[in-house]
């Protein structure tokens, strides 16, 4: 069974950075496609950001483009999201989540059915 586990969450300042992690075990990581989602309260969960397969192609949401960057590092079973000028708006659990499914476009990474196993989240906070 895939297992998937978030961290580097935590409380920072508007305008900060913050770092989160996601290590995956249980199977060949290069089969999955790795993608971040995070759930804002009151609201449903939203696409973040994904990378595939091989670290090649990457995809992120309009609303985190040019301040969030993510990344895989096949060797250590972990992907990264350097989350920069953080927003009070970006307060949410972030979730990591791994596919073996086949994805060829942003709407096919950014559906959250397609993705098979999921972390239990770790929270973000951005205070103004």
């Known amino acids: 069974q895939v297992q998937v586990v978030e961290s580097g969450g935590g409380l920072v300042q508007d305008g900060g950075s913050l770092s989160l992690s996601c290590i995956q075990s249980g199977r060949d990581f290069s089969d999955y496609a790795m993608g971040w989602f995070r759930r804002v309260p009151g609201k449903e969960r939203e696409f973040v950001a994904a990378v595939d397969k091989i670290g090649r192609n990457f995809y992120y949401a309009n609303s985190v483009k040019g301040r969030f960057t993510a990344s895989r590092d096949n060797a250590k079973n972990t992907v990264y999201l350097q989350m920069n000028s953080l927003k009070p708006e970006d307060t949410a659990v972030y979730y990591c989540?791994?596919?073996?499914?086949?994805?060829?476009?942003?709407?096919?990474?950014?559906?959250?059915?397609?993705?098979?196993?999921w972390g239990r989240g770790t929270q973000v906070t951005v205070s103004s």
């Open positions: 989540a791994a596919t073996a499914y086949y994805c060829s476009d942003y709407e096919c990474f950014a559906a959250d059915n397609l993705y098979q196993y």
